[in-house]
């Protein structure tokens, strides 16, 4: 299974930022459209991630006020990425490493959408239910012992 596979089945709604945009516009928007993430992109360039945990760390940083920080601040300059052609497993590894619920997905410099460690759970245990339905098809389709004498 790839990445694509799972964009498939998402969408492409995607929600950018600018970098000089205000952290609390990003918090607003964060919260109106329930995302865990937003994308920081600058002329067509992805910049950076935003997430929760970056939003949290800040307001600490900001003594329990997001004041008048922007996102360039608080966003994480070096996200972790893949491309649509990036395996499953590779996916894992590399969000399990860095602890990181959200990844950009890009192919040739465009942003084509991000996945989160949510959407990867969510695909490896649909795979493995597909799996089991259809082993337990086969098997109760397995001929049985005087059926094969016959």
Request: proline share 4%; charged share 25%; hydrophobic share 40%.
């Amino acid at each position: 299974m790839k990445v694509s596979d799972i964009l498939r089945v998402k969408g492409n709604t995607l929600y950018t930022l600018t970098p000089l945009e205000p952290l609390a516009l990003a918090v607003q928007i964060m919260a109106e459209k329930d995302l865990g993430s937003i994308v920081i992109m600058d002329y067509g360039d992805l910049l950076g991630m935003l997430t929760f945990r970056e939003v949290i760390q800040s307001i600490v940083k900001n003594g329990g006020v997001v004041g008048d920080t922007t996102v360039r601040s608080a966003m994480d300059d070096h996200p972790l990425t893949c491309s649509p052609e990036t395996e499953m497993d590779e996916v894992r590894r590399m969000m399990l490493e860095r602890h990181a619920r959200y990844m950009p997905v890009i192919e040739n410099r465009h942003l084509m959408g991000v996945i989160s460690f949510y959407d990867v759970a969510k695909a490896v245990v649909d795979s493995q239910n597909f799996e089991n339905k259809m082993l337990k098809a086969y098997i109760k389709d397995w001929p049985s012992e005087e059926q094969k004498t016959a």
